[in-house]
């Protein structure tokens, strides 16, 4: 059975089709000319665009679920390289520590005192498992954080005007309080 919803006849407001509802003022991004995965955020959709930038418009859902996607990737490949830097470099310090514990000979006790590790079987047996649990538990923790999510999203296209601040400006004539 196929059900057709189409215009009321003598219906005073036109036609109750949803294509031609307006959901949402566009929302207004600047994107830069040198480099196209760099965006900028206006305060307000009809700023001057600043010289380097040219205007993106988005005007209906699937273009802000597109950005929404493109730049949410764009923050994750970004922090995801961060991360790996970040790793690289806590990686070195860490082998930098240890060849410095080697060739001293020595490590020392949580109260501070130094004790022989070098020609002690035993304390460098010890050495050994304590860095290969330190190095498992690192890997641990690293493989528990894998996955990088910067929650980007577009406010007016993600909460209803129910849990978002009100706001009393020149567009709104002045209202603080949501109708």
Not at 16 to 38: G, L, M, Y
Not at 54 to 73: Q, W, Y
Request: glycine share 6%; net charge positive; with cysteine.
């Amino acid at each position: 059975m196929e059900v057709f919803i189409g215009d009321w006849p003598f219906c005073p407001h036109g036609s109750t089709r949803s294509a031609t509802a307006r959901r949402f003022d566009d929302i207004v991004v600047w994107q830069s000319n040198a480099d196209p995965e760099k965006y900028s955020f206006p305060g307000q959709a009809n700023e001057r665009v600043p010289d380097g930038y040219h205007k993106v418009v988005i005007s209906n859902l699937r273009e802000g679920d597109r950005f929404t996607a493109r730049f949410n990737e764009l923050e994750r490949r970004r922090l995801q390289e961060e991360r790996d830097r970040r790793r690289v470099l806590d990686d070195a310090g860490v082998k930098d520590r240890r060849a410095e514990e080697d060739a001293r000979g020595w490590a020392m006790r949580a109260d501070g005192t130094k004790f022989a590790i070098r020609g002690n079987s035993r304390a460098e047996a010890l050495q050994r498992a304590a860095r290969e649990w330190a190095d498992k538990r690192r890997e641990r923790k690293r493989e528990q954080a894998s996955r990088v999510d910067p929650r980007f999203h577009i406010n007016v296209l993600s909460y209803d005007s129910g849990n978002r601040n009100s706001y009393s400006g020149a567009e709104t004539n002045w209202r603080e309080r949501k109708k």
